[in-house]
């Protein structure tokens, strides 16, 4: 069993920055790959970025240079730093977690998903 708190969300101007946090509780934390992804309203959930259980990370085009995640096992705590947000950023950001160490973009092979945390760019 996992569990997962996203914050950190908020309005900000674009441009500017803002960093997600990912509490994680359960089992074997640092084994798993972790994802975010996003929702913007009428739209897909989507991919944004992965970090596998060996800690190397991916990012879907869209944000590459812009975002980076990361991991705190220490912690069992994932992170997203977002700088240079633009408005096509504005969406439900969700944490979500893998029983495995694989990183994937596929929304359907993650087992475990928070509740999600509203970040709002204002133009």
């Known amino acids: 069993q996992v569990q997962l708190v996203e914050s950190g969300g908020g309005l900000v101007q674009a441009g500017g920055s803002l960093r997600l946090s990912c509490a994680a509780s359960?089992?074997?934390?640092?084994?798993?790959?972790m994802g975010w992804f996003r929702q913007a309203p009428g739209k897909e959930r989507e991919f944004v970025a992965s970090?596998?259980?060996?800690?190397?990370?991916y990012y879907a085009d869209s944000v590459k240079g812009r975002f980076t995640i990361s991991r705190d096992n220490a912690k069992n705590t994932v992170y997203l730093q977002m700088n240079s947000l633009n408005s096509e950023d504005t969406a439900i950001y969700y944490c979500?977690?893998?029983?495995?160490?694989?990183?994937?973009?596929?929304?359907?092979?993650?087992?475990?998903w928070g509740q999600g945390t509203q970040v709002t760019v204002s133009s």
């Open positions: 359960g089992r074997t934390f640092s084994n798993y790959a």
């Open positions: 970090i596998s259980g060996g800690g190397t990370t």
């Open positions: 979500a977690s893998r029983r495995s160490g694989v990183w994937t973009a596929a929304i359907s092979l993650y087992n475990y």
